[in-house]
């Protein structure tokens, strides 16, 4: 429910307290972190500041005393101030933060799944409160293992979740499912915000006119967290995609609309292949099932995947558009490659169908490894290099008139005048950095996570990729059509000996890469890092079949284990 919480103040009369020179926090307005001696508030200064007649402070009150060491005139966002609890004499640092405020308790362990029951508070700097239960847990794949975990919550009627409730928050949609974005592996912490932002200003939702309450990607707010008491650090609240995010057609008897989440490297998210799939299986090659709840049938993704795959060249470029949205890949192309988003070529994408008989499009998801940083938060500085996959491959050897290429050049022109210039997307990053260090995140991120360093030369790094970034695509967007279909053949960097092999497999590279080895039912059963040049592999221990050896670079390779 949500409260205004202006009655909230606490009186001078009530607390006993009649000297002139106390700040007064309202409840709900701060969290305290005992262990790390960390007091966080998120009242507006102003109406803090107001409270002095004499101009200064020397104590501040929430929930008991806190000395000053030092007399305050005036308090600003993001200064540590030295406090001194007056009922253990212990030490805090006491800072103020625009962002809002999360505290969630819980007596549970908190794990991948099932959700369990916590307790949700939320205030904002004007005095609104959230409060429910929720159902809480981690998501996430591979950054499940770093320490600060993302989280999604339920918002629940009930304590066992027998029945959800909607809620919006901080302006954005009204649901009962939400993500808790850890941003861990994003240097500045601003990678996934500012990468949905530029994709809403680079694509539109082609039924918007129909649907104009539908979202194409997803919103994020920038919050602060408490769990059990405990610092958390900056998350980023964030919806979720799903039928009700993209109005998709709902199940009425039929499939209509239709959601897929590419979630691992496989043959169809890489568009190579199109293995059997099996309808009682929410997961297929590689992709997760999500709308509709009511129906699984791979049928119609499969037709998709198998005709990129497998269609002759003239069958493919001439039935394509009917398969898929022209403008929404020539988009998704600029906007992966721009990003240079190595994770998002096969994996870390869904793909989406509006209603019957309408086109496949795509949606984005899991930006952080962007702008010259990869999916492990580390600097790649690799600015030369085009992404592709089996669909884009496909789609790049289409030089008729009006055709992908010309439409993707023409595209290309159009959104370097306003949308794609290094100035306009500096000044996002220079936004977000600029609030989340004025209102001293970075600082208390590295209170909380001693591995996390503040990478003071990270926006000039960003800055120089991005420009080079952008030279390069330059070049390439305005490259004749028959040459950019010869430069795909670039990112197959991988190779194989022997095929069919029975112990040692030999992974010939071009460079440094990690591989992923599958079955065709998409799930990993090895996984690690090669080197330039030849790289054994022991699969003595796999079952005898036809495994997928996928890089981070774009290959996909099939293999027989004998």
């Not at 949500?2 to 969290?31: N, R």
């Not at 007056?86 to 969630?104: A, G, K, Q, V």
């Not at 420009?467 to 028959?482: M, V």
């Not at 430069?487 to 590279?509: K, Y």
Request: hydrophobic residues 35%.
């Amino acid at each position: 429910m949500k409260l205004l919480t202006g009655i909230l103040f606490i009186t001078l009369i009530s607390s006993g307290l009649k000297s002139q020179d106390a700040a007064f926090i309202a409840h709900g307005m701060y969290q305290v972190d005992h262990q790390k001696k960390l007091i966080l508030v998120n009242q507006e200064v102003d109406e803090v500041n107001a409270q002095s007649p004499s101009g200064q402070f020397s104590k501040i009150v929430l929930g008991n005393e806190f000395e000053m060491l030092q007399l305050i005139s005036n308090f600003e966002y993001g200064e540590s101030y030295p406090v001194k609890n007056e009922l253990t004499s212990d030490n805090y640092s006491l800072y103020f933060t625009r962002l809002p405020i999360i505290s969630i308790t819980t007596a549970n362990t908190i794990v991948d799944e099932p959700r369990l029951h916590a307790y949700f508070f939320m205030s904002e700097p004007g005095q609104e409160i959230t409060s429910s239960s929720i159902g809480i847990e981690y998501r996430g794949g591979w950054t499940q293992t770093l320490a600060k975990k993302s989280l999604r919550i339920e918002f629940w009627e009930d304590l066992e979740g027998n029945e959800t409730k909607d809620v919006s928050l901080l302006g954005m949609r009204n649901d009962d499912d939400w993500n808790l974005q850890a941003m861990f592996n994003e240097p500045l912490r601003f990678h996934n915000t500012t990468c949905f932002e530029l994709w809403r200003k680079i694509d539109t939702l082609y039924y918007m006119n129909e649907e104009p309450d539908a979202i194409n990607g997803v919103h994020m707010q920038y919050v602060e967290v408490f769990i059990n008491g405990d610092y958390h650090g900056v998350y980023g609240l964030g919806e979720r995609i799903d039928r009700k995010q993209l109005k998709l057609k709902k199940h009425n008897g039929t499939i209509r609309g239709e959601l897929y989440k590419g979630s691992d490297w496989d043959a169809a998210t890489l568009f190579t292949d199109a293995p059997m799939y099996d309808n009682d299986t929410v997961v297929w090659s590689g992709f997760e099932y999500e709308h509709p709840e009511e129906e699984i049938n791979w049928e119609n993704l499969h037709d998709f995947v198998s005709f990129v795959a497998h269609a002759s060249e003239q069958d493919f470029l001439d039935n394509y558009p009917s398969y898929l949205k022209t403008e929404n890949a020539v988009n998704y192309f600029i906007f992966m490659n721009l990003l240079r988003a190595t994770d998002n070529r096969g994996k870390n994408t869904y793909i989406v169908k509006y209603s019957t008989d309408e086109p496949y499009f795509i949606v984005p998801w899991d930006l952080d490894g962007t702008f010259g940083v990869v999916w492990d938060g580390s600097n790649e500085n690799k600015t030369n290099d085009i992404l592709s996959n089996g669909l884009f491959d496909r789609l790049l050897n289409d030089c008729s008139p009006n055709g992908f290429v010309e439409q993707l050049q023409s595209r290309w022109a159009f959104l370097r005048q306003n949308v794609i210039t290094h100035e306009n997307i500096l000044e996002m990053f220079m936004e977000k950095h600029d609030y989340l260090q004025e209102n001293g995140v970075y600082e208390r991120e590295a209170l909380k996570w001693n591995e996390y360093i503040y990478p003071v030369n990270q926006l000039s790094y960003m800055s120089n990729w991005l420009e080079e970034r952008l030279d390069f695509l330059d070049h390439f967007f305005t490259t004749d059509c028959l040459e950019l279909g010869i430069s795909n053949e670039l990112s197959l960097t991988v190779s194989v000996s022997p095929n069919p092999v029975s112990t040692i497999l030999n992974i010939q590279a071009e460079t440094e890469d990690e591989f992923y080895i599958s079955g065709l039912s998409g799930v990993t059963v090895l996984h690690g890092k090669i080197n330039s040049g030849n790289n054994p592999v022991d699969v003595s221990q796999l079952n005898a079949g036809v495994y997928l050896i996928k890089t981070l670079s774009g290959s996909c390779i099939k293999f027989v284990k004998e």
